[in-house]
């Protein structure tokens, strides 16, 4: 067995760890080709994965999970602090010793006659003094197929970490039986500690992912004094060359990745606007040696999820499908060893695979309502695949973050676009961010979901401590401090259909924020925040879709009624979180009822 390593803290761990699973056999992952190529065939010849077409997917593999184990599991998903007031009302809590004693029987020897694949890897560009290390003990190469697109896997990953740092986070994952019943996501954060059995499915096997970088880190983001959120980073470079940087934060199914990878309006291409990504899903944020606030992408893939991902819905994210990908429960074309899904065309294959792995004619199989593709398929693809990545990716230091932008899916309450008062004002805004259920989602329709800055299912922590942290940050960034946004590209008209184009064209509305974020816009103080006037927000070559300033007038418009039922709505959500709630927030809130 070859260590990677002097450390003796790794060492000592994954000793233990091989005790308790009891592996036939230890591999260390060095990161290196020769292993990976290797690693990739082992699993082609199991069937664990199977190759795709190569003159039309180079690198690209497909792999099917199990029917019981296609998504993210919040019900058997745990934050286990010394105390349940630590991990919150928001979370499932469970005593970290209560835990331990019950999965500990489920570890005992679950890797016999299998191996042990130890991974390090960091988070975040290798180097940077924003950057994390973990090391994830897994029993299936699928996850370290994944891992390698998803982070910075290997030898290189321990030169953050030294001979002699405790501070990794030690992960624990075993396919087990893949029982439903026995599956649990656990986080102990006071140990830097994740355990994961029963579960093939990526969103609760690659522990880089939610459960490292946004539930772990959250929690070492409030002890260390920075923070870790559901943020895409974006560079909106200007005509002159100047790049502006934003993060945003929107819940599922609001348009987050198309956001991160936007292609600009043909007008403002001409102009010679360019948006780069830096990251498209989390966002690790400190305050640099300037005094501003600073952001890397601590990923270093897309876990996208495949459905609705097209050429005019988001041209950069299929391109970033098209090499060195691994597709989970889509669709495959027999004829050709392609992929499909839902939303990529109107011509499913005729001779088709379902994601369950039947054969089928899909456009027959389509006509009886099923679905081809899992609607929750997945595809991992190297972040250096997408045409627009920024040049700042790699970049150690992060980039400046100029504003922040908070979002939601409402069909009549929040207004296109606006800017908190100040930065305590932000956070409120980002504290009430909501969502109206859709269709989509079981249950009843337009019923309004609190999703505080999209970390409802994320923050490692009480969120109460959480929000009190973002004040803390605000007041050590001083005016230094992003400016704060909240965005709704969802406003419907009295049909129920979208007013505002979105896609594209959301870019109009991230050119005045950018302008008012570096003081070059003018805005009108309102009820609930500062907006544009109507008259400012480019709607050159939009005439044709029918959205005239009066449109955008009606866009933007605050109806006091709407806001007052929210803001009991809001008050009502608030009392979960009892004292603990900072009095900041209920001051913000008595405000805007003054104000209304």
Sequence with gaps: MSVLTRNPNVIKWVEEMHALTKPDKVVWIDGGNAQLTALKEEALASGEISL?????LPGCVYHRTAVNDVARVEDRTFICTN???????????????????????????????RTMYVIPYSMGPIGSPLAKVGVELTDSIYVVLNMDIMTRIGVKAFENLGDTSNDFVRGLHSKADIDQEKRYIVHFPQDNTIWSINSGYGGNVLLGKKCFALRIASYQGWKE???????????????????????????????????AMLIPPEGYQKKGYKVWTVGDDIAWLKKGPDGRLYAINPEN??????????????????????????????????????????GLDKNPPINAVEWKGAKVNGPEFKAKGENLAHPNSRFTAPAKNCPC???????????????????????????????????????????????????????????????????????????????????????????KAPKIFNVNWFRTDDDGKFIWPGYGDNMRVLDWIIERAVGNAEAIETAIGYEPKPEDINIEGLESEGVTVDVVKNLLD???????????????????????LPKELENQLNWLEDRL
Aim: aromatic share 12%.
């Design 389 to 479: 990545i920024s040049k700042e990716f790699d970049n150690p230091n992060g980039v400046p973050i100029s504003a922040m932008i908070f979002g939601g899916r409402r069909a009549k309450t929040a207004p296109l676009v606006y800017q908190a008062f100040d930065w305590r004002h932000g956070v409120f805004v980002g504290s009430i961010m909501a969502s109206e259920t859709t269709a989509a989602a079981i249950g009843a329709v337009g019923v309004v979901r609190r999703d505080p800055m999209a970390m409802l299912p994320f923050c490692g922590y009480n969120m109460a401590d959480y929000w009190e942290h973002w004040f803390k940050m605000g007041e050590e960034l001083g005016e």
């Design 52 to 56: 795709l077409n190569q003159d039309k």
């Design 225 to 259: 004094g920075w923070m870790a959120e559901h943020m895409l980073i974006l560079g909106i470079e200007k005509p002159g060359g100047e790049t502006v940087y934003v993060t945003a934060a929107f819940p599922s199914a609001c348009g987050k990745t198309n956001l």
């Design 301 to 342: 893939g897309f876990f996208g999820v495949a459905p609705g991902t097209n050429e005019k819905s988001n041209y950069n994210a299929l391109e970033s499908t098209k090499k060195n990908t691994i597709f989970t429960n889509v669709a495959l074309n027999n004829d050709d060893k392609t992929v499909w899904w839902e």
């Design 83 to 113: 105390t349940q007031e630590e991990a919150g009302p928001t979370n499932n809590w469970c005593d970290p010793k209560e835990m331990y004693d019950k999965l500990i029987p489920m570890f005992d020897g679950v890797m016999k006659g």
């Design 558 to 580: 605050v109806d006091p009624a709407l806001w007052k039922d929210d803001a009991s709505n809001i008050r009502e959500f608030y009392k979960k979180f009892g004292d603990k």
